[in-house]
């Protein structure tokens, strides 16, 4: 059963930075995109950041272009997920999630993964 762990989260300012992390149980290789989803109080999950593993492309949602950037370091089975200039909106539950099947990232961003993580939580507040 693959298992995905997020971590980095917490409490920051507005305008602030985090690094969250998705470590895999298994070769990140073995999993064409990995993604970042994001889920607010009281609202739907939506897709942040995706990245294709094999294909080395990456989607991002409108609203975080040129403030989030996704990596992965495929030698430990980890993708990143670095986040600048936070604002309010940017606050809830980030999950992580995998997907298996020969896509992209943009494919996944927009349907959804296989696999998820149980999240963590970013708040973003003065």
């Known amino acids: 059963q693959l298992q995905l762990v997020e971590s980095g989260g917490g409490l920051v300012q507005p305008g602030g930075s985090l690094r969250l992390s998705c470590t895999v149980s298994?070769?990140?290789?073995?999993?064409?995109?990995i993604g970042w989803f994001r889920q607010a109080p009281g609202k739907e999950r939506e897709a942040v950041s995706c990245?294709?593993?094999?294909?080395?492309?990456?989607h991002y949602r409108d609203s975080v272009l040129g403030r989030f950037f996704i990596s992965s370091a495929n030698d430990e089975n980890t993708v990143f997920l670095q986040m600048n200039s936070l604002k309010p909106e940017d606050t809830g539950v980030y999950y992580c999630?995998?997907?298996?099947?020969?896509?992209?990232?943009?494919?996944?961003?927009?349907?959804?993964?296989?696999?998820w993580g149980k999240g963590t939580l970013v708040t973003v507040s003065s």
């Open positions: 990245i294709s593993v094999t294909r080395g492309s990456s």
């Open positions: 999630g995998a997907g298996r099947s020969d896509q992209s990232a943009e494919f996944y961003c927009h349907f959804g993964m296989e696999y």
């Open positions: 298994e070769s990140t290789l073995d999993y064409h995109v």
